[in-house]
């Protein structure tokens, strides 16, 4: 069945630093993807998505490429704020008739001044 | 504003009782979800309903109830057969099922706690 993988965390950056969360998965034929970011006590929001492959999401600073030779979907964003600080979780969209949504298990990230 | 409203925010259930978690929408989508989130183990389905009237099981259903009578509202009963319900249960809806191309709209979520 389709999965979704992520890097263990969590990661703490200082401000203005670089950000790489990494995200992998399996599944059939070609899923769409996708990145959630769940601020703390709140539910999840969508930051970006990616339809189809080499497609790029971006949102807020953050990018993420549709990589369909490394089943891959990394986010990134150049330069984290403390505003940054949740929880990102990748997730995909599989391509039968009623796919769900299957997360990955999330990352913490923290951002120190 | 449109949106998802879950009720209670926090919610304290008594060994051996049913609760029930309320979700409401004003987005007018067909398709409605519930999760369950633990530390570490990020977002398991429970149930979905795609139409009034319909549902189905999702990866964790077992001691969870749910019903569908009204497109905007689907409430969720952790039932005493649920041994482990400490939680924070998330609603979730889209268009349709395939409505993830758009988004899922998250509610803000119920934290349940057996005490």
């Known amino acids: 069945g389709d999965s979704v993988t992520q890097m263990e965390g969590p990661v703490t950056l200082s401000e203005e630093a670089f950000l790489t969360i990494n995200c992998t998965y399996t599944?059939?034929?070609?899923?769409?993807l996708f990145w959630y970011v769940q601020y703390p006590g709140e539910g999840l929001q969508l930051l970006l998505k990616?339809?189809?492959?080499?497609d790029k999401g971006s949102n807020k600073g953050f990018e993420a490429t549709y990589r369909k030779e490394t089943t891959s979907f990394h986010l990134e964003k150049g330069s984290v704020q403390v505003s940054d600080s949740a929880v990102y979780f990748c997730?995909?969209?599989?391509?039968?008739?009623?796919?769900?949504?299957?997360f990955g298990k999330g990352i913490t990230l923290s951002v120190r001044p | 504003d449109g949106g998802i409203t879950q009720s209670p925010k926090y919610l304290f259930r008594k060994e051996g009782q049913n609760v029930t978690l309320s979700c409401e929408q004003n987005?007018?989508?067909?398709?409605m979800y519930w999760y369950r989130q633990d530390p570490g183990q990020g977002l398991r389905l429970i149930y979905y309903?795609?139409?009034?009237?319909?549902?189905q099981k999702g990866d964790i259903a077992e001691g969870y109830s749910v019903s569908r009578e009204k497109k905007e509202s689907f409430p969720l009963t952790v039932t005493s057969a649920q041994k482990n319900p400490t939680a924070f249960y998330l609603c979730?809806?889209?268009?349709?099922?395939?409505?993830?191309?758009?988004?899922?709209?998250f509610g803000s979520g119920t934290r349940l706690t057996v005490v």
């Open positions: 599944a059939t034929g070609y899923p769409s």
């Open positions: 979730a809806s889209s268009m349709t099922s395939q409505g993830a191309l758009y988004g899922y709209t």
């Open positions: 987005l007018n989508h067909d398709a």
């Open positions: 997730a995909l969209l599989g391509t039968g008739a009623n796919s769900k949504l299957t």
């Open positions: 309903s795609q139409i009034v009237n319909d549902f």
């Open positions: 990616a339809t189809k492959a080499d």
